[in-house]
């Protein structure tokens, strides 16, 4: 296992330094002009403006900008915003725990609605149960987002008045109304991630069933309990894992929406704004960090193959 943890670790970093070129590059192509951003005037002096163009150091060629952003970025330092000269890492941590705590809890309904779910149907392929399953998931994977949030914080906030409908409250300041924060958030997120881990595991564990090694524990007497828990689920959540990964990255893309409806602090919030500012070094600083987020999912991903599958830990 540690020499699987550091092959990846190892791989991460050319990765990383990929996604930085694209970041870099890619961002350069967006419209406006980051000096007049800073600057804050579109009438502001020739004298100014050169005066912060060299300041910034986008008088100098694109390599050597890049390199110069690149040398900062590995030392956790990606600039200062354009729009109100906050310090990018600073702005950016400030959020991060409002994303990945809305997108951890979607993850984990996900999970439990999901694999729940997906046992259920698995273990009575074929009955009503499993088709009442099979139907819930596909009803869940037409929901959107931003439809299932509205109708969440219309029943559960403004009928029912059990959860606040917009703002978001620190763990640190009240591990109570944190949670009351981001129940709907979650939910409203993890329903359509619930879908596709239930439509996963289903088929998974109907065929994990009709394998030779499940038949064999049946043979030996063992009950549709202990074959389904002790036999069949482990094999059958191999391919769960993946899917629980790409759901985890595919969430915090959703997560830009969902902040939106319940107005959390978070890094969509952040990067729609510094995209309407034209805030360049911003939206460079929330790529990354989103990156380097999603590489570590996809390292947890890996080690949890390991475990699930002994002939990746050899492999």
């Not at 997120?189 to 879908?195: D, E, F, K, M, V």
């Not at 990156?291 to 990746?312: I, M, S």
Request: positive net charge; charged residues 10%; contains cysteine.
């Amino acid at each position: 296992m540690p020499a699987l943890v550091v092959r990846r670790l190892l791989a991460i970093v050319p990765l990383l330094f990929v996604v930085s070129i694209v970041a870099f590059l890619s961002l350069q192509l967006l419209p406006g002009d980051p000096v007049l951003v800073r600057l804050g005037a579109e009438n502001a002096t020739a004298e100014q403006y050169a005066a912060l163009e060299k300041e910034l150091g986008l008088d100098r060629p694109v390599p050597v900008q890049y390199a110069r952003w690149l040398g900062g970025a590995l030392r956790g330092d990606f600039g200062i915003s354009l729009s109100n000269g906050q310090e990018v890492s600073e702005a950016v941590w400030a959020r991060m725990p409002v994303t990945l705590s809305v997108a951890t809890g979607a993850i984990l309904v996900s999970i439990v609605v999901g694999i729940g779910a997906g046992v259920i149907g698995g273990a009575t392929a074929g009955s009503p149960v499993d088709r009442g399953v099979t139907f819930g998931a596909t009803v869940g994977l037409a929901v959107p987002h931003f439809w299932a949030a509205i109708l969440l914080v219309r029943l559960f906030s403004l009928t029912l008045g059990w959860f606040p409908a917009t703002g978001y409250t620190a763990l640190t300041e009240s591990p109570g109304q944190w949670f009351r924060s981001i129940a709907l958030p979650c939910i409203a997120l993890g329903l359509s991630s619930a879908a596709v881990v239930a439509r996963q595991t289903r088929s998974g564990l109907a065929a994990a069933l009709q394998s030779d090694y499940a038949r064999t524990a049946v043979a030996k007497g063992a009950g549709p309990v202990r074959v389904v828990v002790r036999h069949a689920l482990k094999n059958a959540c191999i391919p769960v894992v993946t899917v629980v990964a790409f759901q985890f990255t595919a969430l915090l893309g959703g997560a830009l929406v969902v902040e939106q409806v319940f107005n959390l602090p978070g890094l969509g919030s952040l990067a729609v704004r510094s995209v309407r500012e034209s805030d360049v070094t911003m939206m460079q600083g929330v790529v990354m960090y989103t990156a380097l987020v999603v590489v570590v999912v996809n390292l947890l991903t890996d080690v949890c193959y390991g475990l699930l599958d002994p002939r990746v830990r050899v492999a």
